[in-house]
C-alpha cells in the first residue's frame, strides 16, 4: 500500500539574505529598456553573503539572455 503525503511542492528560492545590505534600483537606460541595478555595502557583516546573492542573479540573468541568443545557456567560442 503506498503512503500519501501532503506537502507544499515550493522552489527554493533566492531570496536576499536577511539583514543584507543589497540594494536594488529599476533604471531606464538610453533605449528605455528598465534593468535592475543591484548595489552593496562593502562595510557590511554580511558582504560574502550579499556578494553570492548578487553575482547569482547576475549569472542567472547572462545565462537566460545566451539562451535567447544562442538557444544554449553555456557556449564556448570555437578556436579560430
Given at each position: 500500500?503506498?503512503k500519501v503525503?501532503?506537502?507544499?511542492l515550493r522552489q527554493?528560492s533566492?531570496r536576499?539574505?536577511?539583514?543584507s545590505s543589497v540594494?536594488?534600483?529599476?533604471?531606464?537606460s538610453t533605449?528605455?529598456?528598465?534593468?535592475?541595478?543591484r548595489?552593496?555595502d562593502?562595510?557590511s557583516r554580511t558582504?560574502?553573503?550579499d556578494?553570492?546573492?548578487?553575482?547569482?542573479?547576475?549569472v542567472a540573468k547572462?545565462?537566460?539572455?545566451?539562451?535567447?541568443?544562442?538557444?544554449?545557456t553555456?557556449?564556448?567560442?570555437p578556436?579560430?
Amino acid at each position: 500500500m503506498a503512503k500519501v503525503v501532503v506537502a507544499a511542492l515550493r522552489q527554493k528560492s533566492k531570496r536576499q539574505p536577511k539583514g543584507s545590505s543589497v540594494t536594488e534600483k529599476r533604471v531606464r537606460s538610453t533605449g528605455g529598456q528598465t534593468t535592475i541595478m543591484r548595489s552593496l555595502d562593502a562595510e557590511s557583516r554580511t558582504f560574502g553573503e550579499d556578494f553570492q546573492y548578487v553575482f547569482s542573479k547576475n549569472v542567472a540573468k547572462a545565462r537566460r539572455d545566451n539562451k535567447r541568443a544562442t538557444g544554449a545557456t553555456d557556449v564556448a567560442v570555437p578556436k579560430r
